[in-house]
């Protein structure tokens, strides 16, 4: 009865109003799940689910000279603590997503994920900390468990609350604020690491231990995000009964192999675009010191410019493909101008400022553009895997690509290595022609404009309420309906002549007086 009346006090009698006035009055607007002030709340605890985990992940890098020279390590086994974080992930990604669809459920897996990463930056830091480094890589290899799967999650959430209009923009947000993380931590571990060093009196392994526990803060506040947003949505399920617009079906690993052709275009822009823009970037340093004549510090600055730009540029790209739709053209005209600031740095001496900021741009637009399509192509209750197959294949990819790059880079030089990444951008525009071409057979539905989406989604909405009202009014009139009329609903059923009056009697055979006395047993027993 609570239930009821608290989706009374939102819904009103007709179940049309947001926040209609019930017996306790009208419920805030803050409080009510279908209004777009409690969504930003939803959205705030969203975006910081993965705050602690980009935050974490590029620790490393920040602490960089200080990781190898407090533990005596060489880069080979530097380089081990993003390795043992990638590879399980190439295949853990998928699984969590099958988790998330078919297990745990979104909300409890989230708070498992957020758990491994805590878990997993602690290790991590205790390793430092004891000045052993096999503990530090467990603890990686703990922290990625978690790490990509959380993305997933943050993807589902946010789909499961914005699918529709605000999808690209509550994208780009979160990747405007992953960015932040990643921003932030280069920008303070190494002060925090000072002061640090400073307090215990000398830098040492005991410095770097504490720096990294206290970085694991950021985590324990993303796990504290997960539990709200587990809550939230919680609620909202049950004020909304959102549970009964569920397709009830299950997700299985055999799926994959049913996604349609257009998915797995999606997918080979995903891998073709990316391992052209992070090993790049890893590499990039030595790059802009070798051919520009860079300085370190400029040489990092101009390294950094891509995600410097995506922290802003990520929300604003993702509002104006909210407006605009056409995601397939705004797709391709993000890696076409990647694809010319590769030939700028390949093939030019020009300013890298120019090339390294169109490709900051275009970064942002791709990702604002390119998965959101994956919730108009799969139905909802594969997201989770779909989400989490596209993030295992990339990180497959980068591994790859990264291990070929390192080759490349040692064998041919970087001009080489910069044609290789021209041709990596090129088999993403071929994708993207072809998605285009196979989406306009298939009726165009991934190039929708705004509008044309918004009508759209809008048709589907009403026409499943129309189907509900239909069920419940079916039930309605059984619930409601004569033993007689039950009898007769089966004889009808079954081609048999009916009785106009009771007290007429009805020549049946025995089958089917035992048919007859079986759904009146299901009739009292279910309706």
């Known amino acids: 009865m609570a239930d009821y009346e608290e989706r009374q006090s939102l819904l009103g009698d007709d179940g049309d109003s947001g926040s209609a006035a019930g017996p306790g009055g009208p419920m805030p607007a803050i409080c009510d799940p279908k209004h777009l002030l409690h969504r930003v709340v939803v959205l705030v605890f969203m975006c910081f689910l993965g705050f602690g985990s980009y935050f974490c992940y590029d620790n490393p890098a920040s602490l960089q000279s200080e990781v190898l020279q407090d533990l005596n390590l060489n880069t080979s086994k530097f380089m081990q603590l993003y390795a043992w974080y990638s590879w399980p992930n190439v295949v853990l990604c998928f699984f969590g997503g099958f988790l998330l ?3 745990f459920g979104i909300r409890l897996g989230t708070i498992i994920f957020s758990l491994f990463v805590c878990l997993g930056q602690v290790i991590f830091a205790t390793g430092a900390l004891v000045n052993r480094f096999w503990l530090m890589e467990a603890g990686r290899f703990i922290f990625g468990i978690g790490g990509e799967s959380l993305a997933v999650a943050q993807n589902t959430y946010a789909v499961n609350w914005f699918k529709g209009k605000e999808l690209n923009l509550v994208f780009g947000l979160q990747l405007s604020m992953a960015r932040l993380g990643s921003t932030v931590n280069m920008n303070i571990m190494g002060w925090v690491y000072s002061k640090i ?8 392994h005991t410095a770097l231990g504490a720096a990294l526990m206290l970085a694991s803060v950021t985590c324990l506040f993303s796990l504290v995000c997960a539990l709200v947003l587990g809550f939230l949505d919680r609620r909202a399920e049950r004020i909304l009964h959102t549970e009964k617009d569920k397709t009830g079906e299950v997700i299985k690993l055999t799926d994959v192999k049913d996604f349609p052709f257009h998915l797995w275009l999606i997918f080979i822009i995903c891998v073709c675009y990316y391992v052209a823009i992070f090993p790049f970037i890893g590499l990039g340093q030595v790059f802009f010191i070798e051919k520009f004549s860079f300085t370190p510090a400029e040489a990092r600055a101009v390294n950094s410019i891509v995600y410097i730009i995506s922290a802003p540029a990520s929300p604003l790209l993702g509002f104006m493909v909210d407006k605009t739709g056409r995601n397939v053209i705004w797709v391709m005209i993000a890696v076409i101008a990647t694809l010319a600031a590769h030939l700028m740095l390949a093939f030019t001496f020009w300013n890298p400022w120019i090339a390294m900021s169109l490709l900051g741009v275009s970064y942002s637009l791709l990702a604002c ?13 594969q997201l989770g895997t779909a989400y989490g197959f596209m993030q295992s294949i990339q990180n497959l990819g980068l591994a790859l690509i990264a291990m070929a790059a390192g080759a490349i880079l040692d064998n041919k030089g970087y001009l080489v290595l910069e044609v290789f990444f021209c041709v990596c951008i090129c088999l993403a525009l071929i994708a993207v022609v072809m998605l285009y071409f196979v989406d306009y057979l298939r009726g165009g539905d991934l190039n929708l404009s705004a509008a044309a989406r918004a009508k759209l989604h809008k048709e589907a909405t009403s026409d499943a309420e129309r189907r509900r009202k239909l069920s419940e009014g079916d039930l309605d009139r059984l619930t409601h309906m004569s033993a007689f009329g039950l009898r007769n609903q089966y004889l009808s059923r079954l081609h048999a002549q009916l009785g106009t009056r009771i007290d ?4 049946i055979d025995t089958t089917l007086e035992t048919g007859i006395h079986s759904f009146s047993l299901w009739s009292s027993r279910w309706l």
């Open 197 to 204: 060093a400073d307090l215990v009196g000398s830098p040492g």
């Open 369 to 381: 553009a390119l998965w959101p399509m994956v919730a108009f192509v799969v139905p909802e209750h």
């Open 504 to 507: 007429k009697p009805l020549l």
């Open 101 to 103: 669809d078919r297990v």
